[in-house]
């Protein structure tokens, strides 16, 4: 790959691609390791699929990922250095499930325990969670039944299970919650792996002790910044990578404004914007066949501002979740620590998402706005503030929360093309986790451990360990000990 004319050469050891917590772990390892890198970010800021916006007259608004729970310590671990708080998730009183007919239920606990559904739709998770118990996180084609898994959808395997309607219809709004997909979408082994990456079933549905307990203080992109000002100029703004040339010399990686070349590249991207660089030369088979079956999930995130949390009035929580025709399948509080206001944030996703965005602006409030007043009552139709991210219109993002694996892609591609290393080219990014596989946490992990890859193969290693590595535990004490308030 030769410079082009008026664009700047610039040489490190190595360059990271992506700015989002997965290259900024990655950034901050070598850092701390003292390793020369460059980091390139396509975006005008850090943090990727974490959006944090200071809204006029308001507070921090997460537009998208926001929660970190207590077993994602590496994410806490790294907040913590940097000084950045968290909150306990507001969720105190009754929770509302407005049931597909219009029927309004209050409850406390997972879901009403006498609803239509609720037994069985227990049953089948109980399952999932016991199949759950026998995957490899690490070298998930080790698990026993990984191919025959891997062949089926998160559909085909429920409705082998169950013939109730009613757990079938819970079950699809916790297939949506959790991948922002359908469950005719989403092959069953992903379903199980990703369940055994967080721990459990619980811990990714439930607040309290689990995935959604906490908030930052800051808003969710207050350690990305933290990192982001620690590594200086050596993080690159609008600067995306359009083509990646490497060979057993190093990688070339061409911006629209630069040539960066280096030993070893870290690319920490979701898997379709790696698709969208042009690499020479092209990718491995596997790679790029990995890649081509794992979509983003369809996600926007909406807020509703209030002058204060009225539906505490009434003992409300403020959670719900919504199984009727409407955009909203779930709704939290996510009013500030101090509860000076109210916000009600509510998502869309999956095939709820598909007739959403098609609508114009006023009638997509108009629909999150009906579904909040079936939560809440009346004075939800009335915020001060409105505002909402379609992620699948983001240029970088396009999706979220993370990409899933369709049926077959983890079987057919996954030993070779999951994150094995590509010669001198090592892949991050939540997707590529075995712990918190599609979270902030995944994000961080992720990158220490492409990092460590990298460290191991500038020491003179052939750093080729990465689909045995788990997560980067190697040096994390090193890359965490230094500088830093506690939470
Ligand atoms: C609506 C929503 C809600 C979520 N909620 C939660 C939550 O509550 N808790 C949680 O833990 N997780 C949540 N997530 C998931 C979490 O945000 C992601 O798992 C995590 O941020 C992914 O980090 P990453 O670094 O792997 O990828 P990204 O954040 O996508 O980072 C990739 C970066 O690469 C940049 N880029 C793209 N192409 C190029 C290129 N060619 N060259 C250079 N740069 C490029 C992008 O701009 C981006 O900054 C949520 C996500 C969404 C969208």
Partial sequence: MERQSGTRLIESDVVVVGGGYAGLAAALRLHDNAVDFTLVEASDRVGGRVLTEIRPGGGPVDHGGQWVGPTQTRLL??????????????EKGSHIEVWHDGTRVPYTGTAPADGPGTAEYVRVTELLDEFARTVDTVRPWRTARFEEWDARTAQSFFRSETDDA????????????????????????????????????????????????????TGAAGPARAVAALLGDRVRLGERALAIAYDADGVRVR??????????????????????????????????????HSPMGRVAKVHAVYDTPFWREEGLSGVATLYGDGPIGVVFDNSPEDGSYGVLV??????????????????????????????????????????????????????????????????????????????????AGTETASEWNGYIDGAVSSGYRAADEVLAGLDGADGSGGADEVDGRGRAGEANGSGGAAR
């Fill in 346 to 427: 509510g998502f869309v996703y999956g095939g709820r998402l598909d007739g959403f965005a098609a609508l114009d602006e006023a009638d997509r409030r108009a629909a999150v706005l009906d579904g909040l007043v079936s939560v809440a009552g009346p004075r939800a139709g009335r915020p001060r503030d409105y505002t909402e991210k379609i992620w699948t219109r983001d240029p970088f993002a396009r999706g979220g929360y993370e990409a899933y694996a369709t049926p077959g892609g983890w079987s057919g591609h996954g030993e070779c093309g999951w994150r094995e290393p590509t010669g001198p080219l090592h892949w």
């Fill in 77 to 90: 671990e790294l907040a913590a250095r940097f000084g950045c708080r968290t909150f306990p998730t507001w």
């Fill in 255 to 292: 911006t629209p404004t630069s040539l960066l070349r280096a030993r070893r590249a870290i690319v920490a991207l979701p898997p379709h914007a790696v698709r969208a660089v042009d690499f020479a030369p092209p990718l491995p088979a596997a790679r790029d066949g990995w890649l081509s």
């Fill in 166 to 217: 009613d757990a079938l219809r819970r079950l699809a709004l916790a297939v949506q919650g959790l991948w922002c997909a359908e469950p005719d979408e989403i092959s069953l082994f992903h379903v199980l792996f990703y369940i055994a990456a967080a721990g459990g079933f619980e811990q990714l549905m439930e607040t309290r002790g689990c995935a959604q307990d906490s908030r930052f203080a």
